[in-house]
T-cell receptor, first 116, second 111 residues
Framework: GAGVSQTPSNKVTEKGKYVELRCDPI?????LYWYRQSLGQGPEFLIY????????DSGLPNDRFFAVRPEGSVSTLKIQRTERGDSAVYLC??????????????FGEGSRLTVL | LAKTTQPISMDSYEGQEVNITCSHN???????ITWYQQFPSQGPRFIIQ???TKVTNEVASLFIPADRKSSTLSLPRVSLSDTAVYYC????????????FGSGTRLLVRP
């Protein structure tokens, strides 16, 4: 597809379980971002990839959260031992990055995570 | 990164012009000003970006005074479909461009 694709669109899990959220960025975009958005709030930065490496993971709230992008395209956000406070919409975005950066991020529709 | 302040909410009517002002007193020399729009159940969408003076595209205009300590997003002749949250962001447009969102302005357009 032409846009950023995120799966699943909705995920309901129980406290303590492990969750993976997937992001497929726009083809050719080297930069990839994960954000988290709680109800009524703006998106909160989690992590930024340039290529395969995490250039900035300062937004990850704790060591239960981890993200990978092994081939510089698809990324997976992994959450261990989920807690009710992890419930939110997880947004992925991509951009040209590097010298081609225009400052415009393209967001997916998000994955809504509900931890019961 | 410079902090931004914008109204929590605004109301308007169809056909009116809407101006949303954002304050960014600590903007740095290499910072750009970017506005995003977000509809319910969707990710934010880029609207417009500028550095100084005025920028216009098919969707909106962005006015930036000489001191760059504020900016105004202008939406001409709004329609019901412009009801959304609008975010003002400030940051350097370098290779590690990272957007920091605030709470945004909730615009409600009434018939």
């Amino acid at each position: 597809g032409a846009g950023v694709s995120q799966t699943p669109s909705n995920k309901v899990t129980e406290k303590g379980k492990y969750v993976e959220l997937r992001c497929d960025p726009i083809s050719g975009h080297t930069a990839l971002y994960w954000y988290r958005q709680s109800l009524g709030q703006g998106p909160e930065f989690l992590i930024y990839f340039q290529g395969t490496g995490a250039a900035d993971d300062s937004g990850l709230p704790n060591d239960r959260f981890f993200a990978v992008r092994p081939e510089g395209s698809v990324s997976t956000l992994k959450i261990q031992r989920t807690e009710r406070g992890d419930s939110a919409v997880y947004l992925c975005a991509s951009s040209l990055g590097g010298q081609g950066n225009t400052g415009e991020l393209f967001f997916g529709e998000g994955s809504r995570l509900t931890v019961l | 990164l410079a902090k931004t302040t914008q109204p929590i909410s605004m109301d308007s009517y169809e056909g009116q012009e809407v101006n949303i002002t954002c304050s960014h007193n600590n903007i740095a020399t290499n910072d750009y000003i970017t506005w995003y729009q977000q509809f319910p159940s969707q990710g934010p969408r880029f609207i417009i970006q500028g550095y100084k003076t005025k920028v216009t595209n098919e969707v909106a205009s962005l006015f930036i005074p000489a001191d760059r300590k504020s900016s105004t997003l202008s939406l001409p002749r709004v329609s019901l479909s412009d009801t959304a949250v609008y975010y003002c962001l400030v940051g350097p447009m370098d290779s590690s461009y990272k957007l920091i969102f605030g709470s945004g302005t909730r615009l409600l357009v009434r018939p």
